[in-house]
């Protein structure tokens, strides 16, 4: 396992997390320490932070669908938004 400590730091100071603790659990739970690179673990916060926003939370996504999608590698850009129609009976 590599040290996590340069990434979390970037997390905090680019306000990915609000604190060292925060950016631990993101770091666990995209399992960060299975990529080679600095880059890839970077791309893949960033590409989490897409999917739940942190000021998003009336429709937020639940954390752990957020850690799978990213780990994936999907981008929210690249989903089409299913349109469900309601009807009121």
Known sequence: MTDMLPLIIWMV??????????????????????LPTEDAQKTRVLLYRKWRPKTDKKNMLPTAQAYDLAIAGIDPA????????????
Request: charged residues 30%; glycine residues 2%.
């Open 78 to 89: 690249d989903v089409q938004e299913r349109q469900i129609e309601m009807e009121i009976v």
């Open 13 to 34: 100071d680019e306000k990915l997390a609000e604190n060292n603790f925060a950016a631990s659990n993101i770091a666990t739970g995209l399992r960060l320490w299975e």
